[in-house]
């Protein structure tokens, strides 16, 4: 891996996504959660890392 690169799976990527648009308001927690195919709870728990 180079210097100041990041590599991420396609999950994650989507992941990083739909936590981006929650937190610019442009998705609901609920609507990300059912779009990444995990409950509610389980991406409050992915907002809190």
Not at 12 to 30: D, K, M, T
Request: avoid cysteine.
């Amino acid at each position: 891996m180079r210097e100041g690169t990041l590599e991420m799976s396609a999950k994650e990527r989507e992941r990083l996504v739909a936590i981006r648009q929650v937190e610019e308001g442009s998705l609901r927690s609920r609507e990300a959660a059912e779009q990444l195919g995990i409950g509610a709870r389980q991406f409050k728990r992915l907002m809190r890392r």
